[in-house]
């Protein structure tokens, strides 16, 4: 199974930083990456597949780059709703597989 | 937009076998374009892939929990189900089933389920 790595496991932000996270995957996946945002308490929801892609109604402070076996999340302008975990996943085969996390909070 | 939703027992004993089905409304598990997947989460944990059915009944499941897992559609009542058998405590967490937006058991998860937590305790 491919394994994906996320960095780092948490990180403090200050409201309006420009932020970002990154997910490295233990073969090439192509683009084949999708980021999700799990704020406390909540379903899990998708935000970025493609690893480029807007999910609908997604604000666009969220952008997803990266192809092969390093991606990265990157948020614009930190906001306070912005407080969750975000799980990169990888699906180039099956199963698909979830990164660690990365928690982020506020200063 | 298509919602789903987990149903089963919150309390499974130690051995015995958990059982959930998640039921779709505002869609079809019959749909071509995608699979059905369940994922569970255990308690301050991270996300974990379970595995996939497809409305023919193609599975694909997790290496990890291959041995344990059983998958099944039910295409005339709009539904799909997981068992997992010989459960331990370690198999205590939120189930949550999920649309997966692809093909042959890989893509990107784009509705979930509100989850259901399992606990499994004697």
Do not use: H
Request: proline residues 5%; hydrophobic residues 30%; positive net charge.
């Amino acid at each position: 199974d491919i394994q994906m790595t996320q960095s780092p496991s948490s990180l403090s932000a200050t409201i309006g930083d420009r932020l970002t996270i990154t997910c490295r995957a233990s073969q090439g996946i192509n683009n084949y990456l999708a980021w999700y945002q799990q704020k406390p308490g909540k379903v899990p929801k998708l935000l970025i597949y493609a690893a480029s892609t807007l999910q609908s109604g997604v604000p666009s402070r969220f952008s997803g780059s990266g192809s092969g076996t390093d991606f990265t999340l990157t948020i614009s302008s930190l906001q306070p709703e912005d407080v969750a975990i975000y799980y990169c996943q990888g699906y180039n085969s099956a199963p698909i597989t979830f990164g660690q996390g990365t928690r982020l909070d506020i200063k | 937009q298509p919602q789903l939703q987990e149903s089963g027992p919150g309390l499974v004993q130690p051995s015995e076998t958990l059982s959930l089905t998640c039921t779709v409304s505002r869609g079809s598990v019959s749909s071509t374009a995608y699979y059905w997947a369940w994922i569970r989460q255990p308690p301050g944990k991270g996300l974990e892939s379970i595995g996939s059915i497809y409305y023919s009944g193609t599975t694909y499941y997790n290496s990890s929990l291959k041995s344990r897992v059983t998958m099944s559609v039910d295409t005339s009542r709009n539904r799909f189900s997981l068992k997992l058998s010989s459960v331990t405590a370690a198999d205590t967490a939120v189930y949550y089933c999920a649309r997966l937006n692809g093909y042959y058991g890989v893509g990107y998860l784009d509705y979930w389920g509100p989850g259901a937590l399992v606990t499994v305790s004697s």
